[in-house]
Nanobody
Framework: QVQLVEAGGGLVQAGGSLGLSCAASGRTFGNYVMGWFRQDPGKEREFVAAISRGGTNVYYADSVKGRFTISRDNAMNTLYLQMNSLKPEDTAVYYC????????????????????WGQGTQVTVSS
């Protein structure tokens, strides 16, 4: 079992920046591929970014590429998401998730490909 707790959400103006963190406890954090997803009310939960177990490989959704940066600190059991040049369409609840599967394949960008989830943190970008 892995417990995940997100923090850092809030309200920011368009063009601004915000950093999210996700603290993990339970099983060894470094054993999991980690991902960020987001969800607007009434919409499907969508993939944002993923990072490999050691942190050397990352993958982003096209919608955030060049603006968001995913990183992790395995010694601190923490996942991060730095969000720059935020847009109103980035408004959503952001979730971190842990995946026991490989850092590859279509399931890595699907919510079904993840085994554990945090409770989410709200990010609101005003225009």
């Amino acid at each position: 079992q892995v417990q995940l707790v997100e923090a850092g959400g809030g309200l920011v103006q368009a063009g601004g920046s915000l950093g999210l963190s996700c603290a993990a406890s339970g099983r060894t954090f470094g054993n999991y591929v980690m991902g960020w997803f987001r969800q607007d009310p009434g919409k499907e939960r969508e993939f944002v970014a993923a990072i490999s177990r050691g942190g050397t490989n990352v993958y982003y959704a096209d919608s955030v590429k060049g603006r968001f940066t995913i990183s992790r600190d395995n010694a601190m059991n923490t996942l991060y998401l730095q969000m720059n040049s935020l847009k109103p369409e980035d408004t959503a609840v952001y979730y971190c998730a842990a995946r026991g599967g490989p850092f590859s394949g279509g399931s890595m960008t699907s919510r079904r490909g993840y085994d554990y989830w945090g409770q989410g943190t709200q990010v609101t970008v005003s225009s």
